[in-house]
């Protein structure tokens, strides 16, 4: 098997993209893709190795990716928009042998690929597009052939066949906080992709038919646009509409104009299209399914959105350790907006206390997850691992919960410290790190705080030291919070950064002297 054989059965004349006006064939997909498997084999990448992504939601990118996984190479979507620091470090912890990176002629794309190279990555440029911006012809690329050429399948037909991987070997690598601890590559393998996929299909209502139209507004670097959209479509060969970036105005005009059927994103992005004052509120007639996931949809947020556009939004729950889907709400019954639903065919769910005994129903209790869409563990860190499989294979989510009677669930807390920003997963540590890493700050402590726009928001209290912050000043001297933010936004990718600073003389201990992020916030 491989995952990249999803898109093999399709008509080649059916639609698999739409970007910028112009449409993509299944058939020039896998013309494009066996053009990528090509030129990885002739550069010499071997199945197993890291082959690292670094693309927006474009056409390119479906073609890295499923190129990539056909040549039996390793997936790590990156996010294109994260400073280069952040990027090289991400590449070094996998062990990254390429990286393919966008070649769109803007100067941004070119000094990333240039950064890249000067700190001493193997990076090779993919392109379908011509200096006007229109697609090149079906399957040329751009960088990715041999060293000292490209690859055109009409002029040389590629011969590289996809390759089988087994069900237990590693597809993609996707950066996540984990259940403790600094951000790590979550590993997924082609049957635990595969299988949420197939799980997600089997949920009448949430199954993807051929004639749906979908769109990807998450960036497909987060395990929601990568696998529940991306993947559910290109399974069922169903066409998706991509756009570059979110803007409600920009989304609105893609649905109405495209007939988006499936609409799939996080609560900021509905609470966005719901409070656009351009919208008429008649954009979503086309749409019979909205899905919400990655993080806590308010109820606020879902009254408005079908106040506006007569659409419910049915919220269900996942994680990028489950590939990520776990639960999603029966729709044939009422809608319950706080609930997450209940688990997928094939998925186990568990509510336990804290000694791992299952708790009663309406009691809360931590969630575990198994089934054959579970991750295999984080790369290369078996301590990380442990904690968060157990040796039985469930998966400690470290997410609270309760369960009704029809096993409907309601996510109440969460154990771990994780900040959620706008679906995307920031861990106190590692802002914690880069902001003790500047010189006037002695010692920090990171918070999430609600925000109607983004979900929560990055908070920092931060300690600066003893000697620019006299007793009887009401301020540090020479450190101020744009200083910070400045510092922060060349190490951390925004969403990470903190949106407010706070100056504090101490932090609040425990007694064993740990600081206690819960008594800041």
């Not at 690329?141 to 399948?153: K, L, M, R, S």
């Not at 993080?295 to 606020?300: D, M, Y």
């Not at 007569?310 to 919220?315: A, E, H, M």
């Not at 708790?359 to 984080?378: C, K, M, Q, S, W």
């Amino acid at each position: 098997m491989n995952l990249a054989q999803i898109i093999e059965p399709h008509p080649d004349g059916a639609a698999a993209f739409s970007f910028r006006g112009d449409t993509v064939t299944y058939g020039e997909l896998r013309r494009r893709c066996a053009a990528v498997r090509l030129s990885l084999a002739a550069r010499g990448i071997a199945a197993g190795e890291r082959v690292a992504l670094v693309f927006g939601a474009t056409p390119e990118f479906a073609v890295a990716y499923f190129g990539a996984l056909g040549s039996g190479a390793v997936a790590v979507p990156l996010n294109p928009n994260s400073p280069v620091a952040e990027i090289d470090g991400e590449l070094r912890a996998v062990r990254a042998s390429l990286v393919l990176v966008a070649s769109d002629g803007s100067e941004a794309a070119d000094a990333l690929a240039e950064q890249l190279r000067g700190l001493g990555h193997e990076v090779a440029e993919l392109s379908l597009l011509d200096g006007s911006g229109q697609p090149r012809r079906t399957g040329e690329a751009q960088g990715i052939g041999e060293p000292q050429g490209t690859v055109d399948p009409q002029a040389n037909e590629p011969t590289a066949p996809i390759v089988d991987r087994e069900p237990d070997d590693q597809a993609a690598l996707l950066f996540t906080s984990g259940t403790a601890g600094s951000p790590k590559a979550a590993v997924l393998t082609h049957g635990s992709l595969l299988a949420n996929i197939e799980q997600v299909e089997l949920r009448v209502g949430l199954a993807a038919l051929a004639n749906d139209v979908g769109i990807l507004a998450v960036p497909p670097f987060h395990i929601l646009g990568l696998n529940a959209v991306l993947g559910v479509q290109a399974y069922v060969g169903g066409r998706l509409v991509l756009l570059e970036r979110f803007d409600p105005a920009t989304m609105l005009e893609a649905i109405a104009s495209e007939g988006v059927t499936v609409l799939a994103g996080v609560p900021q992005m509905f609470a966005a299209l719901a409070g656009f004052e351009g919208a008429t509120g008649s954009e979503l007639s086309s749409v019979r399914l909205a899905c919400s996931g990655a993080a806590p949809l308010a109820e606020a947020t879902a009254e408005r959105f079908e106040q506006k556009f007569g659409v419910p939004i049915w919220q269900g729950y996942g994680l990028t350790e489950a590939s990520p889907t776990v639960t999603f709400p029966d729709l044939s019954g009422r809608r319950q907006v706080s609930s997450v639903g209940i688990p997928l065919p094939g998925v186990e769910v568990r509510l336990v206390d804290p000694d791992g005994h299952e708790v009663e129903t309406g009691d809360p209790g931590e969630i575990l997850v198994r089934g054959p869409n579970v991750f295999a563990g984080y790369f290369e860190d078996a301590l990380a691992t442990s904690a968060a499989l157990d040796r039985k294979g469930w998966l400690h989510t470290g997410d609270i919960a309760v369960m009704s009677d029809d096993c409907s669930i309601t996510i109440v807390d969460r154990q771990k410290d994780l900040i959620i920003v706008s679906g995307f997963n920031v861990f106190p540590a590692e802002v914690e790190h880069v902001l003790e890493a500047h010189p006037l700050v002695e010692e920090s402590a990171v918070v999430g705080v609600p925000d109607d726009t983004f979900g929560e928001t990055v908070r920092a209290f931060v300690v600066p030291v003893c000697s620019i912050w006299p007793e009887d000043a009401a301020a540090p001297e020479g450190l101020t919070t744009e200083d910070l933010a400045s510092h922060c936004m060349r190490h951390l990718a925004r969403y990470k950064c903190p949106h407010s600073v706070i100056f504090v003389r101490e932090l609040p201990r425990g007694i064993q002297g740990k600081v206690l992020r819960r008594a800041v916030s």
